[in-house]
């Protein structure tokens, strides 16, 4: 299934399963703190955007 993304890299996720993704999320939030940088605070949001939103695609599929 191609998808149209808004993140600037093509990442294929088919592999990971919704614990996986979650995983990821909590990682994420456990690294915002430690972000210094404006702009790697906005890159890491980003990124945590689009894994929250294929948490969402991958729990309506289920």
Same mark, same amino acid.
């Not at 088919?14 to 990682?27: A, E, K, P, Q, R």
């Given at each position: 299934? %191609? /998808?149209?993304? /808004?993140?600037?890299?093509?990442?294929?996720?088919?592999?990971?399963?919704?614990?996986?993704?979650?995983?990821?999320?909590?990682?994420?939030?456990?690294?915002?703190?430690?972000?210094?940088? +404006?702009?790697?605070?906005?890159?890491?949001?980003?990124? /945590? +955007?689009?894994? +929250?939103?294929?948490? /969402? %695609?991958?729990?309506?599929?289920?």
């Amino acid at each position: 299934m %191609a /998808k149209e993304t /808004k993140f600037p890299f093509d990442l294929d996720l088919s592999n990971l399963d919704t614990g996986s993704i979650t995983n990821i999320l909590n990682d994420i939030e456990q690294h915002m703190p430690l972000m210094e940088d +404006e702009g790697d605070r906005t890159q890491l949001l980003q990124v /945590k +955007e689009f894994f +929250e939103e294929e948490l /969402k %695609a991958a729990k309506r599929l289920h």
